[in-house]
């Protein structure tokens, strides 16, 4: 995450493909699929195209080309987030006009791979990457040994806070969802303006909120593409209500506030004081030293509470990864590309970390001295990446399910329903989980929990 950049989770929008069309993308994906074809003999490198929308990805294609001869990258930003989605999946529609490798969230990824958009890359050699990503997101990239995407980047999750305010209030730093609790109580009666956050209710948060309910436990979906039409719908499981009742409660008894996130009024919480905390991501410090400078150095990272004193649970927000396109007419170079662009690439991971705020998921880079030990100035100092490193270690399977915008959406109007008061939270997800149900069971998915 970088300054230029917003929450990854702000970039989804509608569902664009009506039933009709997914339907018919389910029967194909479960029929078989050709692959590409490898390119001719030509003079000179070979050039792959590359979408992605990393700040400074400039930089990073100019390290990658000067130490290989022969392939070349040539980058295009094709837009961020669903603007290149809607592109990709255009284009793949048409059969023409992919690049060879793009740049796709997690959550993207079986949507894409559904429709036959993906090349393996476990044909490849991209197997052999499998110990050098942390397993979490190896996991999401792959299906045994058909290897879809290479991890990049991920968003742990922790806690940020103004320690000048927890100073001010007296405030505890909060190591239990309890103890936040009490702390959101005693920092609002003394400020009846200031709240210990601000629980995004809208679409640009369902990351957001997916990730605490990740920590808590929940697993919505049991997804594998090699068992399609399978899958496992559980959005109402204990995890997940666990957290709308936790939120819901404090937006009930308004110890959190409920701005919509990316918005003028929640920048300025970040700025004003009137948040004591955000719960963030790993690319959380690059995006909160940009929209709130003037705080530089008031903040701290601490780790995100846990529901039971002494536990190491742990959630994700956000990250992404590069695939290979199954339009390449270079399978092999392409895959190179996308294993080798960052990797394990300490000159492409120093401008990733110090300009653009990624957070590397490959372990040597991740688990290295130079991203735990850097220290950050927005934050006093602080060696936060000795909390979020951690953070990311703990971090379970997950997985996502290919109509991930439709969940997200619905899951957004629910609580926003229940943000006004014309549903119980007691009923959000369960509400959630009939609609998803019956939307994913029209397009031909066979539905167990």
């Not at 299906?143 to 927890?166: K, S, T």
């Not at 997916?210 to 594998?224: C, D, H, I, N």
């Not at 040597?364 to 270690?393: E, R, W």
């Not at 009923?427 to 019956?438: C, G, K, L, P």
């Amino acid at each position: 995450m970088s300054s230029t950049r917003q929450p990854r989770s702000l970039r989804r929008t509608a569902v664009a493909a009506t039933s009709a069309a997914l339907a018919g993308v389910l029967l194909a994906a479960c029929g078989s699929g050709g692959g590409s074809s490898s390119g001719g003999a030509q003079s000179g490198p070979v050039h792959i195209k590359v979408w992605a929308w990393y700040p400074q990805f400039k930089q990073v294609v100019a390290e990658f080309n000067k130490t290989h001869k022969d392939v070349q990258v040539d980058w295009v930003q094709a837009g961020v987030g669903q603007d290149e989605y809607t592109k990709l999946k255009t284009a793949l529609k048409a059969g023409q006009g992919a690049p060879d490798v793009v740049m796709l969230e997690f959550q993207e990824l079986p949507t894409i791979q559904l429709s036959k958009g993906l090349l393996d890359m476990g044909k490849y050699g991209a197997t052999a990457d499998k110990d050098k990503y942390v397993s979490w997101a190896w996991n999401q990239s792959s299906d045994g040994d058909h290897v879809y995407a290479i991890p990049v980047d991920g968003g742990p999750m922790a806690m940020m806070y103004r320690a000048d305010l927890f100073q001010k209030y007296n405030l505890k730093v909060p190591t239990t969802w309890a103890e936040y609790k009490e702390e959101a109580a005693k920092l609002h009666k003394a400020d009846p303006k200031a709240y210990m956050t601000d629980f995004g209710p809208d679409e640009s948060a369902g990351g957001w909120r997916q990730g605490l309910a990740w920590q808590a436990g929940s697993r919505p979906y049991t997804y594998s593409a090699s068992k399609l039409p399978n899958i496992g719908v559980n959005l109402n499981d204990a995890g997940a209500k666990k957290v709308y009742d936790y939120w819901g409660d404090l937006v009930k008894n308004k110890l959190v506030d409920t701005q919509s996130y990316g918005t003028t009024d929640f920048y300025n919480g970040l700025t004003t004081g009137k948040y004591a905390t955000y719960l963030a991501a790993g690319w959380g410090p690059g995006y909160l030293s940009s929209v709130a400078a003037k705080t530089s150095g008031k903040w701290r990272v601490a780790p995100l509470p846990q529901w039971t004193a002494g536990d190491n649970a742990q959630g994700d927000w956000g990250g992404s990864s590069f695939s290979v396109t199954s339009q390449t007419k270079h399978p092999k170079e392409a895959t190179e590309v996308a294993r080798e662009l960052f990797g394990t690439s300490q000159a492409a991971w120093k401008i990733g970390i110090d300009q653009a705020y990624l957070f590397p998921l490959s372990n040597p880079i991740l688990n290295g001295a130079y991203f735990q030990d850097k220290k950050y100035d927005f934050f006093g100092g602080q060696q936060i990446n000795k909390v979020f490193v951690p953070a990311a270690n703990g971090i379970g399977s997950f997985d996502w399910s290919p109509f991930q915008d439709f969940a997200y959406n619905t899951d957004t109007s629910e609580v926003g329903k229940a943000v006004q008061g014309s549903t119980d939270w007691s009923a959000v997800n369960d509400n959630v989980q009939d609609q998803v149900t019956a939307y994913a069971s029209k397009q031909g998915f066979k539905v167990g929990k």
